[in-house]
């Protein structure tokens, strides 16, 4: 076996630990991988492995490795900090954005998916940590947020991501997790296409998975 697809089989089956620990089905949770920096034959690999999609951050990465075919087969994710100017360049080529976080972004999307007649899923990234260089949402500002771009035709909101705040302290990074879970179930409620809580990195997965987390 490559140590590739050793290293995802690793996490699988820790993720599996994680998930029976907290009484959860392993199925229901997706295996997103950063491919970022990465290139197109290791992107082949870890998909080739059994990833459950791709994770980009950089507009030209996409550019480079689309082409080569390294996303062949699973879903293309955004998880970086989008700039309004580069959304024209992935519309249609990612299944995914991970990281809406602003009205003006939203109306880009809503331009630029409109322009390609087709809908584009997205992820609203929560800036659910307070270290100041985090990207994201403010969590009060939520509710509001999904009910004014609910109109936008060509954008689906399928669920929230964030990243928690760097630290020692696994009690705070608990708790912002469990903070985004029940934010995720109270707009579930309003929103029935909302399926996916995409949360948890190499370092703190399992306590993202012990509280909701489902990618
Ligand atoms: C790189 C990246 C990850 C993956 O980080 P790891 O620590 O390697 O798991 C997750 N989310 C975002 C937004 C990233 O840019």
């Known amino acids: 076996m490559s140590t590739i697809a050793e290293n995802i089989a690793n996490i699988r089956a820790r993720m599996n ?10 199925s229901e949770i997706l295996l997103c991988a950063a491919t970022k920096m990465n290139d197109a034959d290791r992107v082949k690999e870890a998909v080739a492995a059994g990833v459950d999609c791709c994770g980009e951050n950089r507009v030209q990465e996409i550019q480079a490795k689309r082409p080569l ?29 991970e990281s809406l ?13 409109s322009k390609q007649d087709l809908v584009q899923k997205v992820l609203v990234q929560i800036k659910i940590s307070n270290d100041p260089l ?6 009060e500002e939520a509710t509001s947020f999904l009910e004014k771009i609910s109109t936008l035709k060509h954008i689906q909101v399928k669920g929230f991501m964030c990243v928690a705040t760097h630290t020692e302290d696994m009690d705070l990074v608990a708790k912002e997790f469990e903070a ?3 934010l995720y179930t109270k707009m579930k409620a309003i929103y029935p296409q909302i399926d996916t809580l995409s949360m948890g990195m190499s370092h703190d997965y399992k306590i993202a998975i012990e509280h909701g987390s489902n990618m």
Do not use: C, W
């Open 69 to 97: 075919g390294a996303y062949t087969g699973k879903p293309l994710h955004f998880i970086g900090h989008l700039q309004t100017n580069k959304v024209k360049y992935i519309i249609g080529k990612v299944d995914m954005i």
């Open 17 to 26: 630990e994680a998930a029976k620990k907290a009484g959860r089905d392993p």
């Open 101 to 113: 976080d602003s009205e003006k972004l939203a109306l880009e999307i809503e331009k630029q998916a």
């Open 134 to 139: 985090k990207t994201g949402l403010a969590y």
């Open 180 to 182: 985004m879970h029940s």
